[in-house]
Nanobody
Framework: QVQLVESGGGLVQPGGSLRLSCAASGFTFSSSAMSWYRQAPGKERELLATITSTDINLNYADSVKGRFTISRDNAKNTVYLQMNSLKPEDTAIYFC?????????WGQGTHVTVSS
C-alpha cells in the first residue's frame, strides 16, 4: 500500500531554513509526480510545489516562489522541500502527496512553526 512519511519539521526563527523529507513506499516512486502541500490553522490546504518524474518543477505557489525548492532522490524514494527565508505565515502542517490510480494519497504531515 502507498505510504508517505514526512519528517524534518520543527520550530525555526523567522529568516531561518528547514528541509522537509518525505519517504515514499508502496508504489513506483521514480515514475510518479510528487507534491508538497501545507495547511495552516483555519485555512484550506494549499498546493506548494510539484515535481514530475523527470525532475521538472511545476506549480510553485506565489507565496513560496523563490524561497522554497522541491527536489527528489529516486534512489532513496524521497522527495524534499527546502524552505529558506521562513516567515511566521509559513507556520502550518506540511504534507507530501501522490496521485495514483485515481486516488490522492497523503502523509501524516509534519509541523512547521516559524516564531521568534
Amino acid at each position: 500500500q502507498v505510504q508517505l512519511v514526512e519528517s524534518g519539521g520543527g520550530l525555526v526563527q523567522p529568516g531561518g531554513s528547514l528541509r522537509l523529507s518525505c519517504a515514499a513506499s508502496g508504489f513506483t516512486f521514480s515514475s510518479s509526480a510528487m507534491s508538497w502541500y501545507r495547511q495552516a490553522p483555519g485555512k484550506e490546504r494549499e498546493l506548494l510545489a510539484t515535481i514530475t518524474s523527470t525532475d521538472i518543477n511545476l506549480n510553485y505557489a506565489d507565496s513560496v516562489k523563490g524561497r522554497f525548492t522541491i527536489s527528489r532522490d529516486n534512489a532513496k524514494n524521497t522527495v524534499y522541500l527546502q524552505m529558506n527565508s521562513l516567515k511566521p505565515e509559513d507556520t502550518a502542517i506540511y504534507f507530501c502527496s501522490v496521485f495514483r490510480s485515481g486516488t490522492r494519497y497523503w502523509g501524516q504531515g509534519t509541523h512547521v512553526t516559524v516564531s521568534s
